[in-house]
């Protein structure tokens, strides 16, 4: 996953590359 700490506001459903921050 690209969502590293932010995983919060990243859900599985939204995975998106570059989208970690």
Do not use: H, L, S, Y
């Given at each position: ?6 995983a ?11 989208d970690?921050k």
């Open positions: 996953t690209d969502c590293g700490a932010c919060d506001q990243c859900p599985v459903e939204a995975i998106v590359p570059g970690d």
